[in-house]
């Protein structure tokens, strides 16, 4: 029988790019160091398994996040093969840091509420800003594309819901200081689908779409970041998807964190993601084979057992013997 086709099915992309966040929103939130070889070898996996952007690391100042005190050599040591491999930087300092060790692109982070980014940077969101110009500056001169993380954009723990006039400000300062991609998170888990929807659709017209030809030539690249803190990760990923947003952030095994909310889930799962995808007709260019066992060989290399939810259950095409009753 035909596949009947309602309208929102209709909407759905032939393909989207997932890009790995694990290494470093993951990665951080574990209280006990990972070996830099492990470290390798889990990204390289990744990268092997079709992987074609990764958030390696993050400079930030070592004492501040011990975790990651690694991160120029996690990064020169990394197999590329073709793969991008970018890192956070908060500071002048650590995007210094970053391009020394070769990083291919940096991500700058800011928060859409103001209250959010004083506790987590220390200083307002204005403050972030300017003294991101040294940063872009800096990896212009390298050659080096820089992206920013917007934080809270989908609601903020200290303030609850933050106005997409914020969202839009803060993306158009950085889209001035020339920001090839902005990227929306929902840092704590508070997004619900049909709110996705919404600033999706905003910020596709702004950035992405033709209000932003008038301003350039070249459209501003949009990401989503969501966090399953509340269980409606993939539900806000599918209704980002359904409204034109085709980049997504996730997490191998679902790792990562929320400081607000202790043993909450973490982020999308990445293989979760793209097993519902694939289902789903949507392509990734991931084989999710060779995902589901780079994934299995991290969670022994940790010695934990991740979140994600299709290394337990399997993939739906794997089929089962019908049991003997006998
Ligand atoms: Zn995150």
Redesign the pocket.
């Known amino acids: 029988m035909e596949v009947r086709l309602s309208g929102w099915e209709k909407s759905l992309p032939e393909a989207v790019e997932i890009i790995e966040?694990g290494p470093r929103?993951g990665f951080q939130i574990l209280p006990d160091f990972i070996e830099t070889p492990s470290k390798v070898q889990i990204i390289d996996s990744l990268i092997q398994a079709g992987i074609r952007r990764i958030e390696v690391t993050s400079f930030v100042h070592p004492q501040a996040v011990p975790q990651v005190r690694d991160a120029g050599e996690v990064i020169r040591m990394v197999q590329r093969h073709g793969c991008q491999c970018f890192a956070m930087v908060p500071n002048l300092i650590g995007a210094e840091r970053a391009l020394a060790a070769g990083a291919e692109m940096l991500n700058l982070v800011v928060s859409a509420s103001e209250s959010h980014n004083q506790s987590n940077v220390n200083r307002s969101i204005d403050e972030s800003l300017s003294s991101f110009e040294a940063v872009f500056d800096l990896a212009s001169e390298a050659g080096v594309p820089v992206r920013a993380s917007i934080a809270t954009v989908f609601g903020c723990p200290f303030e609850g819901h933050v106005p997409i006039e914020n969202i839009l400000s803060v993306g158009h300062r950085l889209v001035e200081m020339g920001c090839v991609e902005l990227n929306l998170?929902d840092?704590t888990g508070m997004a619900n689908p049909r709110q996705v929807a919404h600033v999706a659709l905003c910020v596709m017209d702004e950035f992405n779409g033709a209000a932003s030809e008038a301003v350039s030539a070249a459209a501003t690249r949009i990401a989503m970041?969501f966090?399953n803190t509340r269980g409606a990760g993939m539900a806000n990923l599918l209704a980002a998807m359904q409204n034109g947003v085709t980049s997504f952030?996730t997490s191998f095994g679902g790792l990562?964190g929320c400081p607000f909310a202790p043993g909450a889930a973490g982020?999308v799962c990445t293989e979760d993601a793209v097993h519902m995808l694939h289902e789903m007709g949507v392509a990734t260019g991931i084989d999710l084979l060779g995902l589901l066992g780079a994934v299995r060989q991290a969670e022994r290399t940790l010695d934990m057992t991740f979140p994600g939810q299709v290394i337990k259950a399997g993939r739906t095409c794997d089929l089962h013997p019908l049991p003997n009753k006998n």
């Open positions: 966040v929103d998170c840092t970041h966090h952030e990562g982020n």
